[in-house]
């Protein structure tokens, strides 16, 4: 555009025309090389896991609230085939064409509604979401590399097919890999035990560092640009990058954990307990009976950034990607805001789970404590449109609040 010659005769609204369009054709292109930008600053959004794809005035419900993202997951929607985008999981070839036309539109509406979009596979090649696997843990992608070459094509023709759709802030590779969970290291091991078991690791299927840098290298073939978000180990632990040697490869990462800790506490297995856990208070964690409180949530939820910190990655390419624990607990409402107060104090990014899910009311603060009444399941049922009613709750406030910050 610098090399552009004026002719003479271009005056008055011919100039003004052309100058309109340089500055249109520039903002275009700084914009599409440097979606990395957004994650410059603070970003507050939310969860989307629902089971159909959500509507208009769902993603303007929550840019409402003051969200400035969304988490978009699409595998529980009706697939084409065996399973959403990829066919099957047993065996991925090509991209179906009528989900990803679903997918499409999707982005589209969250974008009209003035959300970023993340989009998050809970499925690859190899590893099928226990939930559409018959509560089966899929254990194939740590088992045999060849998945991993079907889910680096997978995410190569995925990201081709999307890379253009305005509103798109990252690639979040996949939810919640586990490939430590038949690997023999505990879940609450020490961050010493994690990287003696990542080097033992390194040369077989179980090395998540070394499966993500061959996608991105994959994806990078068809998209330079676009941020790339990794969930840890661990169903994305808060310790779930504490066994990895390094950083990966490429330099336009954002590195995701998700906190529900204490589990014994958050979890719904906990809400059917006689006497459920409280918290503040003594929580079973790692066989042992642990005081959790605003310390120790401190305490979980610094590994992350320490580990970031050793390994010269940028306090603002660490997400929060998922949190929450079952609103009729007696305590979720403290346990949010402390929760809250450790990633306000890290000026970190987050996204709370989940936003009016229409499959699972546990963490749908909008609801406040009350149950959900019979036509919500009879919905779920008839796979129907949820049609209950939300709107802002005690229970919801210390995320709204935060929120609102946004607007």
Request: aromatic fraction near 12%; charge should be neutral.
């Amino acid at each position: 555009l610098m090399n552009i010659k004026l002719s003479p005769r271009l005056k008055g609204i011919e100039m003004k025309a052309l100058i309109g369009i340089t500055l249109l054709l520039f903002t275009f292109s700084a914009s599409s090389s440097n979606d990395i930008t957004f994650w410059d600053t603070p970003q507050h959004g939310g969860n989307s896991f629902n089971r159909l794809p959500p509507t208009q005035a769902y993603y303007e419900a929550l840019r409402g609230y003051g969200a400035t993202w969304v988490r978009l997951s699409y595998d529980k929607w009706k697939p084409a085939d065996r399973d959403f985008l990829m066919g099957n999981a047993d065996g991925y070839r090509t991209l179906q064409a009528a989900d990803l036309a679903t997918l499409k539109a999707s982005i589209r509406r969250a974008h009209a509604a003035g959300l970023k979009v993340v989009i998050t596979p809970l499925s690859l090649p190899g590893m099928r979401w226990s939930q559409n696997n018959h509560n089966q843990f899929d254990d194939r992608i740590w088992q045999d590399k060849k998945y991993w070459q079907e889910a680096a094509l997978f995410w190569r023709d995925l990201a081709l097919a999307l890379k253009d759709e305005p509103g798109i802030v990252a690639w979040n590779l996949v939810n919640e890999p586990a490939p430590e969970k038949q690997g023999k290291i505990s879940e609450q091991a020490s961050a010493e035990a994690l990287k003696t078991w990542y080097q033992q690791q390194a040369n077989t299927a179980r090395n998540l560092p070394e499966l993500y840098n061959q996608i991105i290298a994959a994806i990078r073939q068809v998209d330079a640009t676009t941020p790339i978000m990794v969930d840890g180990g661990w169903y994305g632990s808060a310790r779930g990058f504490s066994g990895w040697p390094a950083a990966l490869n490429d330099k336009r990462v954002l590195y995701s954990f998700h906190m529900y800790e204490p589990y014994e506490f958050t979890s719904a297995p906990n809400a059917r307990r006689k006497v459920p856990y409280e918290y503040p208070g003594m929580v079973t964690f790692g066989g042992k009976q642990v005081k959790w409180d605003a310390a120790a949530i401190d305490r979980w939820m610094s590994a992350p950034f320490v580990w970031a910190k050793q390994h010269g990655v940028p306090a603002n390419r660490v997400v929060a990607g998922e949190f929450g624990c079952v609103r009729t607990l007696q305590g979720c409402k403290q346990w949010l805001s402390d929760v809250l107060t450790v990633l306000d104090k890290h000026n970190a990014h987050w996204a709370f789970y989940s936003f009016r899910e229409d499959a699972w009311d546990a963490m749908d603060y909008e609801l406040g404590k009350k149950s959900v009444p019979w036509s919500y399941w009879k919905a779920i049922d008839d796979n129907t449109p949820d049609t209950l009613e939300r709107h802002s709750t005690e229970e919801f406030e210390p995320i709204s609040r935060r929120l609102k910050q946004s607007l």
